[in-house]
């Protein structure tokens, strides 16, 4: 007998569970679609596409409604002769500009042998590049930008849309479907863009538990045996979700980690333990993940807001933060960032959800301003701030989480930081 087995207890495709699996009906967006499927129809009448804004928060499924529709758009055009459909579909995180954008446009479009760089050039020369590569492809084409807030001006955004009106393209037909987890992106575009990129604008709420159950039984009916989840299981990765922000994706991948601890630990039956014991896996996972991409700078500023959380004091501004995340500093040996970088870096664990800010707004004698507090355990930031808690030392108000055969226990503790 070999080293390994194929396991044949829990899942009977576990694949149903992953990010790309594509379900052959969607739940719980019966108006998004039609919504959708009404803004769509254009392409289907060989006429000029619309562009299309989806919004909503992340796991609400707009790249998979988006998934749902296209596939079925291409397939449903080949019935005309007369339209020629292309489809070019790209995640922008990690390009933050137009100039990136559009030199990933013309990569997309051209073979492997003939790509060109992603700097060197001037703008005005990869944009001409890009109605060049359009052109020759011809017909409609769609151009589908996810996560389409990471980019940071609107150039390719304004160019696009406007290319056929310009004279810049005379055979291809485009549209653009820009899909944001962020509303608020929307509101920094400027007018001209606003109004040619929202053309058709669809919002997706934050799913309710019930929608959630729905979504995660369609998937548990393909993914696990009959009479593997005990009924419990279903409802309780639903309430999860839902309290997150009603996000599917995080609802079926904590229904997947239910699944795999139950597989692992040889049991027959998944119930409520492993759904437990895998919200805090992914929790803990989720947290380490975002804290190590962050700066030293960036673990000092959580370092300070964590301390200042455990004393109570907050919600707090900034300029209350910057005291004792200088103090840190300085013990660490660095320099202190200014008031305007240290900000940048609460917005930043604000964007990835360790901590949350609310704008508050005093009229014309107080102004507007941030306050910040901390939206995830303590325990488990701390344990992910190793390095920090070596360089510093440890906070009194951190002393709770440390006992006394501790590492750390020899630092002498910050009793002093204001």
Known sequence: MGMFERDTDIYK???????????????????ELRAYQTALQPVVNGEQPNNIFLYGKTGVGKTAATNYLLSHLKEDVKQYEDIDFDLVFFNCDGLTSSYQIATRLVNELRDDSNQISTTGYPRSSVYEMLWEELDDVGGTILIVLDEIDHVKD???????????????????????????NDFSFRDDLSPKVKSSLCEQEIHFPAYDAGDLQQILTERADVAFYNGVLDDAVIPLCAAYGAKDAGDARQSIDLLMKAGDLARDGDTEIVVEKHVERGRRDLERGRIEEGINGLTQHGHLVLYALLTLDLENETPVRSRDVRPRYTRFVERAGRDPLVPRRMRDHLSELAMLGLISVTERNEGRRGGTYREYNLDMNASLILNALDDILENVGIHESVNQYFNADDEFEEEPALSDFS
């Open 13 to 31: 495709d576990r694949d149903a569970l992953r990010e790309d699996y594509q379900p052959e009906e969607l739940v719980g967006r019966d108006d």
């Open 154 to 180: 609107d150039s390719i955004l304004y160019q696009l849309p406007r290319a056929r009106a310009n004279e810049n393209l005379t055979k291809a037909k485009t549209g653009i479907i820009g899909i944001s």
